[in-house]
């Protein structure tokens, strides 16, 4: 069974940082893309970050420079670093991967930057 777990979330000021862990299980951690996704209550969700499996990377243009993601295959966990933390990142914060066509999410971290 695939199991996707998140951590690292928190109460931050902004301009500060975080960094957030996604431990992957139940497939073969190495052959998967992995993404992060964030949700605002009552929004919907979208797409932070994305990194391939050779280690390529994609982020949303609200986050780029400031937000980078990265993956360990050999400890099958995703980061992705946040720095100069604003506001509008407020949300919680989901590991995502696709597998054999479905999507398989974890239960997210909430993120929440005070003004």
């Known amino acids: 069974q695939v199991q996707l777990v998140e951590s690292g979330g928190g109460f931050v000021q902004a301009g500060g940082s975080l960094k957030l862990s996604c431990v992957v299980s139940g497939t073969t951690f190495s052959t998967r893309a992995v993404d992060w996704y964030r949700r605002v209550p009552g929004k919907q969700r979208n797409l932070v970050a994305s990194?391939?499996?050779?280690?390529?990377?994609n982020y949303a243009d609200s986050v780029k420079g400031r937000f980078t993601i990265s993956r360990d295959n050999a400890e099958k966990t995703v980061y992705l670093q946040m720095d100069s933390l604003k506001p509008e990142d407020t949300a919680v914060y989901y590991c995502?991967?696709?597998?054999?066509?479905?999507?398989?999410w974890g239960r997210g971290t909430q993120v929440t930057v005070s003004s």
């Open positions: 995502h991967i696709q597998r054999f066509g479905f999507d398989h």
């Open positions: 990194i391939t499996t050779e280690g390529s990377t």
